[in-house]
């Protein structure tokens, strides 16, 4: 078992910024690959990004890439998603999860083992 828990959203003006944080516990953090999904109210669940466990191998969606950044710490248990150029659709709860296949990045959310409560960013025009 694996417990996740987010935090760092908020309120934040277009073109702001704002750093997601992903702490687990529970089993060996650096078994794990990590992603962030993302869920706009009234829409499905959205890949934003995803790291690999030795945070050599990252992958960003197309509607995120060149403004977002994840990095990890394994000896913090920490998944990190540095937002940056913030736009009023970024606007959802972020998501983070972890895949017990530590060398994949998996786009799909059916792929992913354990899931944190959320963290709602909202960004105000």
């Known amino acids: 078992q694996v417990q996740l828990v987010e935090s760092g959203g908020g309120l934040v003006q277009a073109g702001g910024s704002l750093r997601l944080s992903c702490v687990a516990s529970?089993?060996?953090?650096?078994?794990?690959?990590m992603g962030w999904f993302r869920q706009a109210p009234g829409k499905g669940r959205e890949f934003v990004s995803g790291i690999s466990w030795s945070g050599g191998l990252t992958y960003y969606a197309d509607s995120v890439k060149g403004r977002f950044t994840i990095s990890r710490d394994n000896a913090k248990n920490t998944v990190y998603l540095q937002m940056n150029s913030l736009k009023p659709e970024d606007t959802a709860v972020y998501y983070c999860?972890?895949?017990?296949?530590?060398?994949?990045?998996?786009?799909?959310?059916?792929?992913?083992?354990?899931w944190g409560q959320g963290t709602q960013v909202t960004v105000s025009s």
């Open positions: 999860a972890v895949v017990s296949r530590p060398w994949v990045i998996f786009t799909t959310s059916s792929e992913y083992d354990y």
């Open positions: 529970g089993r060996t953090f650096s078994n794990y690959a």
